[in-house]
């Protein structure tokens, strides 16, 4: 198939999707703002770079027709914009087509909220695809509740490579416990939380030793640093910064526990919940919509109330005092990420419904 792929070419979200189809053999095209360029290197070389002129948020206006120019000569199979909002935005103006408009989270959770004209436009871009994607069945109904948006939308996982993301083949003992997670340090990510929950959770164990590593970067650095100190956990807890994409495996296989205390339904699919579950790490996350999805509580790992640091450390403790049971949902949670989440049988999925959709 020829593929119009247009989002933004700088998402690692992005960049696994078009490089998984031109892997495939597809003739790849990724249209972005300039502002959204890709400074990895990490695009596949058989994908097409584009770049419209125009940046900032007048961008998915002004850029409308020259995306217009472009495809008619490019003439794709299909299109697939990635983002309701800004993108869908974009690709509605140019009235591009067979258009599949993928909704990835905030663009449906947070966006139509700041103002009715917000939610029209959305809306507006839904109605005006040829095909809605979503990568959960929570966002789909949310979707739906939100605009009225009664036609089929189809399920499009995003999930992970299960031969990167995979367990520790020789675990070494170890009689701290460790406890960790990789995530943005912002706000809506409820690191704070975590770091009580886990002040809380020494105070259980007592002389138990017991670890907490946090990698990512964010505008919560310099106050997690703060309530470190004034909790007193200095050498128990580490900020880890960044970490590269590829070093993420190995990072997670390190931890008996991967915590996820966000705060925001906006967290639509949580694939770092399945990046730990496919490493075989029992998963401990907070009730927001993306993670009663992907984690079976109970089986793959424990859901708790989002906010209740009493409650994450709990679910720890558990997890600390019993190794056998570590392991159990260690096991099903890598069996559910198989079964589910392999990327390469997501983007089977994907497939199917671009050819579905250049039938119809």
Avoid at 84 to 95: D, E, I, Q, V, W
Avoid at 134 to 161: H, L, N
Avoid at 255 to 282: H, I, K, N, T
């Amino acid at each position: 198939m020829k593929i119009a792929f247009v989002s933004a070419a700088r998402s690692s979200h992005t960049v696994k999707w078009v490089n998984a189809l031109a892997r495939r053999g597809h003739t790849v095209r990724l249209y972005s703002l300039p502002d959204h360029k890709n400074t990895l290197g990490n695009l596949h070389p058989q994908v097409e770079v584009c770049y419209l002129e125009k940046g900032g948020f007048l961008g998915y206006f002004r850029n409308a027709r020259q995306l217009a120019r472009q495809m008619a000569v490019f003439q794709p199979d299909v299109v697939n914009s990635h983002y309701a909002s800004g993108y869908g935005t974009l690709t509605r103006l140019a009235k591009v087509h067979p258009l599949v408009l993928s909704v990835w989270g905030s663009d449906v959770y947070d966006f139509p909220h700041k103002s009715p004209l917000h939610k029209k436009l959305v809306r507006d871009n839904l109605f005006g695809a040829d095909a809605v994607a979503s990568t959960s069945e929570v966002m789909a109904r949310r979707v739906r509740q939100t605009f009225g948006y009664a036609k089929e939308i189809f399920i499009t996982p995003f999930g992970v490579d299960c031969t990167l993301f995979s367990p520790v083949k020789e675990p070494v003992p170890c009689d701290t416990f460790r406890v960790g997670t990789v995530k943005a340090l912002e706000e809506k990510y409820g690191m704070d939380i975590l770091i009580r929950a886990f002040a809380l959770l020494c105070e259980k164990l007592g002389d138990r030793p017991a670890s907490l590593v946090i990698y990512g970067k964010g505008s919560q650095w310099e106050p997690l640093e703060s309530q470190i100190a004034s909790l007193g956990l200095a050498g128990k807890v580490m900020l880890g910064g960044a970490v590269p994409n590829e070093e993420v495996p190995d990072k997670i296989r390190q931890m008996d526990a991967f915590c996820l205390p966000s705060v925001l339904d906006s967290e639509s699919f949580g694939v770092s919940a399945v990046e730990a579950m496919a490493c075989g790490v029992p998963v401990v996350a907070s009730d927001v919509d993306g993670f009663t999805e992907t984690v079976e509580d109970g089986v793959t790992g424990f859901l708790v109330p989002r906010r209740d640091p009493a409650a994450m450390a709990s679910r720890l403790y558990a997890l600390a005092g019993d190794p056998a049971l570590c392991q159990k949902l260690g096991q099903a949670g890598r069996e559910r990420a198989l079964r589910l989440y392999d990327f390469e049988k997501n983007v089977d999925t994907m497939e199917q419904l671009y050819q579905k959709v250049i039938q119809k």
